[in-house]
C-alpha cells in the first residue's frame, strides 16, 4: 500500500516549492516565451484509463492520507473519537492502468461508521471514502472487489487518553452522536442532508451545544466561527466533516478558547447547503452549565 497525497495537498506543495526555491532569486519572467530546451521537452505520457466492463482482473490498493505501518504490517490510522478517517482505494489493471466505473464492496468491523460519498472509481481508478470514529478501540475497514481486497486498521483514541479536555455534560444539550447521524449527499449543487426525528425536532429552537471552538476570524473576540465535537488540529479538515461542526454566529464576540465551551443559541439544520454547512448556530451566546 502506499499513501497517497491528495492533490489539492500536491499543488500547494508545488507551489510552496516554487516560492521558497525561488525567494530571494532574481528571476526574468516572459510571458509567452518558451526555451529551445522547453520546447523540446515532452510531455509525460500517462496510462490509458479503461472500463470497469472491459477488464476481468484487477489489482486493488488501499489509500490513506494519514497512517502508518505498524509491526505487524498492519495499515494503520489513528483517528479520536467522534472524528473523522479520510480513506480509498485505487483499482488498477495488472498492468497499472486505471480501471473506472469499478464498485468496490467497503465494510466496518466495529463501533465505527462507514461514510460512501462515492459509489464507483473515477478516471483515476480511485473511490474516496471516510470513517466517523466511534468508541475508543481497533476497528477494521475492509475493502473487496472479485479476489482483491484491502484492510485498514483503525485504531480509536478517546480525547482524555490524547490528553485533551472532553466536552462538558450539559443537562438537556444537543448530542454530537446525533448531530453526526445525519445522511449526507453529495452532488453538484452541494450537499443535501436527511435528518434523524431528534435533530428535525429542535429546528428553530433555543438549544445548548458543548463543543471546541474554531476560529475563522483573526480577532480575539469571534462573531463568526464553528463549534466541533473534537479539538481543532488542522484546518483542512472539520473535525467530524461536516456532520461534525455547527456554523456559530454571534452578536457579542466570543473570546477564543482551546477548553471546550458551551453555547446557546438558536439552531437551524440546513437540509442542503452550496457551502457544505448543515448546522447553523444563530444570536449565539457562552454560557456557564
Known amino acids: 500500500m502506499k499513501k497517497a497525497i491528495p492533490y489539492l495537498w500536491q499543488w500547494r506543495l508545488a507551489v510552496a516549492a516554487v516560492l521558497c526555491c525561488g525567494a530571494g532569486m532574481p528571476v526574468e519572467l516572459r510571458a509567452g516565451e518558451l526555451t529551445d530546451e522547453e520546447l523540446a521537452v515532452e510531455a509525460p505520457a ?3 484509463t479503461v472500463q470497469a466492463s472491459e477488464v476481468s482482473e484487477v489489482v486493488l490498493e488501499g489509500i490513506f492520507e494519514f497512517g502508518y505501518q505498524d509491526e505487524q504490517g498492519r495499515y494503520v490510522v489513528d483517528v479520536l473519537e467522534q472524528d473523522r478517517a479520510y480513506l480509498g482505494v485505487r483499482i488498477t489493471t ?3 492502468r486505471p ?9 466496518v468491523e466495529g463501533t465505527s461508521r462507514l461514510l460512501l460519498t462515492e459509489l464507483e472509481t473515477d478516471e483515476l481508478g480511485v473511490m474516496n ?3 466517523i470514529a ?4 481497533l476497528d477494521s475497514v475492509t475493502a473487496n472487489i472479485g479476489e482483491a481486497s484491502a484492510e485498514f486498521s483503525i485504531n480509536i483514541i478517546s480525547l482524555r487518553a490524547a490528553g485533551f479536555p472532553e466536552p462538558q455534560v450539559v443537562e438537556g444539550a444537543m448530542r454530537w452522536a446525533d448531530l453526526m447521524s445525519a445522511k449526507l449527499e453529495y452532488g453538484e449543487k452541494g450537499i443535501v442532508v436527511t435528518f434523524p426525528d431528534a435533530i428535525k425536532e429542535k429546528a428553530g429552537e433555543t438549544v445548548k451545544i458543548s463543543g471546541f471552538m474554531m476560529p475563522l476570524q483573526p480577532e480575539l473576540k469571534q462573531s463568526h466561527f464553528l463549534l466541533t465535537s473534537n479539538p481543532p488540529s488542522c484546518f483542512f479538515h472539520i473535525p467530524g466533516g461536516p456532520a461534525g461542526s455547527v456554523e456559530v454566529l454571534a452578536q457579542e464576540g466570543i473570546e477564543v478558547s482551546w477548553n471546550p465551551i458551551v453555547l446557546e443559541g438558536r439552531f437551524e439544520p440546513q437540509e442542503s447547503n452550496e457551502m457544505g454547512v448543515i448546522y447553523k448556530l444563530l444570536d449565539a451566546k457562552m454560557i456557564k452549565p
Open 46 to 48: 500517462f496510462a490509458t
Open 94 to 96: 495488472p498492468d497499472g
Open 99 to 107: 480501471v473506472q466505473g469499478a464498485t468496490p464492496s467497503v465494510a
Open 129 to 131: 471514502f471516510s470513517v
Open 134 to 137: 466511534g468508541q475508543m478501540g
